[in-house]
């Protein structure tokens, strides 16, 4: 008994990700080797690596992401519900002047840079506890995903080594979605602005920063100033199911001619934009949205119909 205790004392300590702490202090020494060769300075690696180990609870959640599940109106109560438009609306005359000053440089309507900020954390309420580092580097160590988040880890200490932000307040979501805005360390570097001149990109606790990375995102995605997003409709008994979905696009006036008109009831607008048909939930038709260029920039930032909808519809609900 005695020696097998010996023995189960002298193994490594075995965690979550079914790998043992010796092979993740080597993995994590040979990481380190591999960022400095990227150019990232020791006293970087010296404050961010110290003390980092596995996170089980990343790998529980990463492990046990729910399916999705909800209907589009369950998602669209939760995510649109009067307390954020509220909220929204609050927000947006409190910080007009700025809204309006970043939506001239970037081409971006106010209301969608609220609506983003208002659904990716609540307009910078529920940013995320879990350090970013040690989460990236859990999920980069453990195998499943390892390659994408390997390249996240490495961006993530780009941003500490250009000082953006300091290693204990760089936290974020379990994936590593940062700040305010919840960009991945890639789409950071690739969007973030540095609007108050600071000399900093951050998007945890500079408003200014904030809006117009958002803006920037979008702007980089195709937005079209001149344009909203889409609108509610109403289509037609029999209409041909096959036009339905983003592989289809015609002018508004193709749509008028084949039946589709305003949720009202009311004819489409005049104008002669592209356009597409979108059910969010094909058993349930009678939900059904006409959507234009900007539809597609914001499925840029996130691929889900549910979410660009959801932008959509919050930015609706703010302006009025």
Known sequence: ??????????????????????????????????????????????????GVKPIPRVLELD???????????QYRSRVINQSR???????????RALLEQVGRKYGVQPRFIVALWG????????????QVIASLATLAHDGRRSAFFRRELFKALQILNE????????????A??????????????NFAVDFDRDGRRDIWNSRPDVFASIANYLSSSGWLVDQTWGRAVRLPENFDQDLIGLNTSKRIGQWQELGVRQDDGAKLPARQLRASIIIPERDRPEVAFMVYSNFRAT????????????????????AK
């Not at 492990?63 to 109106?73: D, G, I, K, Y």
């Not at 499925?299 to 703010?318: C, E, P």
């Open 63 to 73: 492990r046990n992401q729910p399916e999705f599940t909800l209907s589009f109106a």
């Open 299 to 318: 499925l840029k930032w996130n691929r889900s119909i549910f979410f660009a909808s959801a932008v959509g519809l919050l930015s609706d609900a703010i």
């Open 176 to 189: 590593g979605a940062m700040g305010q805005s919840q960009f991945m360390p890639s789409s950071f570097l």
């Open 1 to 50: 008994m005695v020696a097998a205790m010996m023995l189960v004392g002298s193994l490594p300590l075995v965690t979550t990700a079914g790998t043992t702490e010796e092979s993740f202090d080597e993995w994590l020494k040979e990481l380190r080797i591999e960022a400095l060769t990227r150019g990232i300075e020791v006293k970087t690696l010296e404050a961010a690596l110290a």
């Open 163 to 174: 000082g953006h932000i300091a290693p204990a307040e760089m936290k974020g979501s379990w």
């Open 119 to 130: 659904i990716e954390s609540d307009f910078g309420r529920q940013t995320g506890g879990f």
């Open 85 to 95: 438009i509220n909220m929204g609306r609050k927000l947006m005359a409190e910080h």
